[in-house]
């Protein structure tokens, strides 16, 4: 029931108007948290919040420092199994607003890209130790054949087109050095309902299932990623490491570039 109303308001164009109200019950409701996160953390560089409800949906400094750090620590431990250099060269794509990638070790080298470019402008002048620059919805990075050992997206593809995934896995096996590694978090265990049955019959055939209707990218634009497409069609011709496993709430595949 919740999904086919919630199916109807993005048909009506009202996703945004809604989202917009979350917006402020959440600000409204971690205020006090917050104050006090800041009075613990004196040196938090608080990002916007908005900022952080359009990407995380929440408004809580707190998650996005601690789930942050938990993220930055499982990711690194994946990256230093597969890539064995003692500075590898590493890029966050969609980073949003650095909340892995600060807690990346600062022996990699570490580059974020986001098509939001105020979100790319804050991580710039907040975030030191990195480099960040903004792309395209649709490929290429700015950045040259080869020059990074591995590559991670979060929670990036899950807001993607086909059409989308599909440029941009051929991109970032142009920008992975040879043997380079992508990593990347995926939609793919559902709770029971989470999909309407038209969108559940898709995803057992094995389709991607995307719900669209609002701007792409945008968190209210979401993909669900059958294993079997995952295997099959965007990993087609990867060496697939690892995977599925269970990522904070997604699922995680390790490849090599073909
Ligand atoms: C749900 S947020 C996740 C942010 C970050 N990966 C994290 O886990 O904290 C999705 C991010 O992907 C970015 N994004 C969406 N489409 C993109 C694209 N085509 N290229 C780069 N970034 C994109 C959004 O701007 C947003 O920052």
């Given at each position: 029931m919740k999904q086919r109303l919630v199916s109807l308001a993005r048909g009506a164009g009202l996703l945004p108007a809604f989202d917009a109200l979350r917006f402020m019950r959440s600000k409204w409701t971690s205020a006090a948290e917050n104050a006090r996160f800041r009075e613990t953390h004196p040196d938090f560089d608080p990002p916007p919040l908005w900022w952080m409800h359009d990407m995380y949906r929440h408004t809580s400094y707190d998650l996005y420092w601690r789930t942050g750090q938990e993220t930055a620590a499982a990711l690194a431990s994946r990256i230093d199994a597969h890539v064995k250099t003692q500075s590898p060269r590493v890029a966050d794509w969609g980073c949003g607003l650095a909340r892995v990638l600060r807690h990346l070790p600062e022996r990699y080298k570490r580059t974020g890209f986001d098509y939001n470019a105020r979100a790319v402008n804050w991580c710039t002048d907040h975030i030191k130790g990195a480099q960040f620059f903004h792309n395209g919805l649709?490929?290429?990075?700015?950045a040259s054949n080869a020059s990074f050992d591995a590559l991670y997206a979060l929670s990036?593809?899950?807001?993607?087109s086909e059409e989308a995934h599909d440029a941009w896995i051929h991109d970032i096996a142009r920008v992975l050095a040879p043997g380079g590694v992508f990593l990347g978090a995926f939609h793919m265990k559902l709770s029971p309902g989470q999909l309407l049955p038209e969108e559940q019959a898709r995803f057992d055939a094995g389709k991607l299932v995307v719900r669209g209707?609002?701007?792409?990218?945008?968190?209210?634009y979401v993909a669900y990623h059958p294993e079997s497409w995952l295997r099959s069609h965007l990993f087609h011709n990867w060496e697939i490491l690892e995977g599925p496993i269970d990522f904070f709430g997604q699922s995680l595949f390790i490849a090599r570039r073909p």
């Amino acid at each position: 029931m919740k999904q086919r109303l919630v199916s109807l308001a993005r048909g009506a164009g009202l996703l945004p108007a809604f989202d917009a109200l979350r917006f402020m019950r959440s600000k409204w409701t971690s205020a006090a948290e917050n104050a006090r996160f800041r009075e613990t953390h004196p040196d938090f560089d608080p990002p916007p919040l908005w900022w952080m409800h359009d990407m995380y949906r929440h408004t809580s400094y707190d998650l996005y420092w601690r789930t942050g750090q938990e993220t930055a620590a499982a990711l690194a431990s994946r990256i230093d199994a597969h890539v064995k250099t003692q500075s590898p060269r590493v890029a966050d794509w969609g980073c949003g607003l650095a909340r892995v990638l600060r807690h990346l070790p600062e022996r990699y080298k570490r580059t974020g890209f986001d098509y939001n470019a105020r979100a790319v402008n804050w991580c710039t002048d907040h975030i030191k130790g990195a480099q960040f620059f903004h792309n395209g919805l649709m490929p290429p990075l700015p950045a040259s054949n080869a020059s990074f050992d591995a590559l991670y997206a979060l929670s990036v593809f899950t807001h993607l087109s086909e059409e989308a995934h599909d440029a941009w896995i051929h991109d970032i096996a142009r920008v992975l050095a040879p043997g380079g590694v992508f990593l990347g978090a995926f939609h793919m265990k559902l709770s029971p309902g989470q999909l309407l049955p038209e969108e559940q019959a898709r995803f057992d055939a094995g389709k991607l299932v995307v719900r669209g209707r609002v701007k792409e990218g945008s968190r209210t634009y979401v993909a669900y990623h059958p294993e079997s497409w995952l295997r099959s069609h965007l990993f087609h011709n990867w060496e697939i490491l690892e995977g599925p496993i269970d990522f904070f709430g997604q699922s995680l595949f390790i490849a090599r570039r073909p």
